[in-house]
């Protein structure tokens, strides 16, 4: 599709969600509060409930026994159609929408249906896309990886042995991902009461070192029996599409607790996510190759296609309750050394069963300048300085009433932008005294 | 109830599923294959579908709004009715198949709801008997912790400085979980080429180390909301009923993958849970002290209570492909350091929200003598000794086509046992090779 293309519906320049994007998400409204699948398009969703409803189809033959899909709650049953009835759905939506269509009595001169389907966003409440089943958080940003090796054991090896290797992953918690939007609770836990004595005691408090990961996620729209692994060259037809993902974490809480079977309190109590998916499909003209490295992997981790990894612009802005917003990290998703295909392949190599809606996330991506680092614990050189920010203000880690907007996009032309919105959470107080 | 009491339904004597259980399982049977609510009681299975559509309930008022969780394919919705009502109807049931029944009419004397409801265990198939959201394996059981920290890091200090303060976990795989009697194969993955060499380098290959864990799991019935902790001393009230789990793990593909983020694709790849989910009512006449520990404890894990965890008689049994069982340990699940309620205190307590049908089981459960470990690694020594079979036969870790069954139960009267029945599952060869 050319980067020229216009819509009938208003798009202003710099929009995330230009007709070169079209991305899926779940919504309600105040009038109707039931939960359903919709895409974006420039300041408006469409809903696909009343599109569907309304005859909005009757141009795409082959979705017509599936048009159940798009009265669902989730966009599971959607994402569970495949890849290639995804390319003809946003194919097919892309027509509809364009400028010179050739659909106009569909939705354009469809002055009713417009009026049903056509909701500003800003009347549109998101919510979670997909029932996710499990949620895996992968290791997969080599300069965060190498920053905090070098943060917690030096300078020699910042990389453990088996990290070039393995796609290094732990499962994470699926019950607490939220939509962007919303607030939480800083969490309480165990944390030393002091980390240099050779003793060790814990107190009970709010966490000390609230901190953001900068990440990419994944769903995926492809199961795979138990016992029957995905290879390498056939996991993209599983990737539905991307979102970005802040998975939060409270550094003295998992220092004291993560030994020796990973991080557990310190990062279930909240995972933001953008309210919509891209499909990949969406993204696959900015696809480019992963950061190189120095060893040769294991055959199943070997791809055939040399340009495996999106490059999607990220930035993380901060907001304090009390001062202007700080632009803190700006980087490129493209800056792992595992692309999603890997992870999946390894995820599921000794026969782990994946479903559609699980989401897999690339963990914190980070550039290796200053400016470009996906968490605060990076920046802060491991709490030991202090992070500047505008209005004068100054940070280590996270403070109450602080918001954290994550974005990202693809591309240049301010009129084809394929982007993902907003990751945004804002921090509330600890509750939980004891 | 007394323990004399007795069923009309034959119960023969040593049956895990006296009168005193009543465990709730999901089945299904050639002639009607969509799975369903059941109790088990003897050699039978009561069909709760059946018998909630043949008025089985008539003679509970305060189940009558709720008898379509009968005919979901699942507990969550029986579980989601809370423990007063589960105590409520586990009474009725048992009133209803003792043998001085007041309510004759409803089955004993009722033929046709007899011959509709009441199936013969061998012609009924097992299902998951929980929608799973989040599966979470603690490190609970001491004696096991301190025989791997004496094998992996020597006998000075065997327990890392956060273990009796903090009830260690990790959140694992949900999807992977299979009920007693499937078949799994033998997973594939990264292992060391030479695990003395200094320099590392895997290679790919089925597991060499394949072992068990013996775990107690349980079901959750409550959810709670992110951000509310759930009060320790309130945390029972969320624990629907309990299964025998067996946590498969791969021990050197564990060793090569562990580090930072703790155990992946070693556990993935299967968890089997036995059929029957046995209510926090049944267990709590078995209810004992857990293992004591020279340290406080924070008070949001200090329980009121004194006995917290429950006596339930484990054992394993291993039946080759080509030899007798060997009965490779008999322990008990009271050997923990952490009740499920503290679990649940720790699991919340930074505001993670828990769902109903969420799973916690207890991590690897073991004593501390000679054939009452939980696991091979711990009996063979870290891999260095022989286990001695039956019929001339040994085994360092498993071998394809063997069969492990775990099974556990409690009391002594043979005619009130309130038992799990069978954890059980095949190891097949594995499928992968590249």
């Known amino acids: 599709m050319s980067n020229t293309t216009t819509s009938w519906v208003p798009i202003p320049p710099g929009s995330h969600f230009s007709i070169a994007n079209i991305p899926f998400g779940i919504i309600s409204t105040e009038e109707r509060p039931a939960p359903v699948p919709a895409v974006a398009i420039g300041e408006h969703a469409l809903d696909l409930a009343q599109f569907a409803t309304g005859n909005g189809f009757s141009g795409l033959d082959n979705i017509s026994s599936h048009l159940n899909v798009f009265s669902e709650p989730t966009l599971n049953g959607f994402a569970a159609l495949g890849r290639p009835v995804h390319r003809e759905v946003r194919a097919y939506l892309q027509d509809v929408l364009r400028s010179d269509t050739q659909f106009g009595r569909i939705l354009k001169d469809n002055e009713e249906l417009r009026q049903k389907s056509l909701i500003p966003l800003n009347k549109v409440q998101n919510h979670v896309p ?47 991902i939220i939509i962007s939007g919303s607030q939480f609770h800083r969490p309480s836990g165990q944390v030393l009461q002091d980390p240099t004595a050779e003793v060790k005691e814990p107190k009970f408090s709010p966490t000390n070192r609230l901190d953001i990961e900068l990440e990419l996620g994944v769903f995926l729209c492809r199961e795979n029996k138990l016992g029957v692994p995905v290879p390498v060259n056939s996991a993209e037809e599983a990737i539905f599409g991307a979102v970005i993902v802040n998975d939060w974490s409270a550094r003295d809480i998992q220092a004291w607790e993560y030994v020796p079977l990973g991080p557990f309190i310190a990062k279930n109590f909240a995972t933001t996510i953008s309210s919509w998916v891209v499909l990949a499909d969406a993204l696959e003209p900015f696809l480019t190759s992963s950061l190189q490295r120095d060893r040769q992997m294991l055959p199943y981790l070997q791809e055939k296609r040399v340009e495996n ?126």
Chains 1, 2 share one sequence.
């Open 130 to 176: 997909m029932t996710i089943g499990d949620y895996t958080d992968f290791f997969a940003g080599v300069n965060h990886a190498s920053t905090m090796g070098r943060i917690l054991r030096g300078a020699a090896n910042p990389l453990q042995p088996n990290y070039l290797h393995v796609p290094v992953a732990y499962h994470s918690r699926s019950s607490s």
């Open 309 to 434: 990894v999106w490059d999607i612009q990220l930035r993380v802005d901060l907001k304090p309750s009390n001062g202007p917003i700080t632009t803190l990290s700006r980087t490129s998703a493209k800056n792992v050394v595992w692309s999603f295909a890997q992870m999946l392949a390894h995820h599921s190599v000794g026969g782990c069963n994946m479903r559609v809606g699980d989401l897999l996330a690339s963990g914190t991506i980070s550039g290796t300048e200053h400016g470009t680092q996906g968490s605060l614990v990076e920046q802060n050189k491991g709490g030991k300085e202090v992070i500047q920010l505008n209005g004068g203000l100054e940070r280590k880690f996270l403070e109450d009433g602080d918001s954290i907007t994550i974005t990202g996009w693809c591309g240049h032309d301010q009129n084809a932008l394929v982007g993902f919105g907003d990751c945004s959470s804002l921090i509330l107080p600890a509750v939980q005294g004891d």
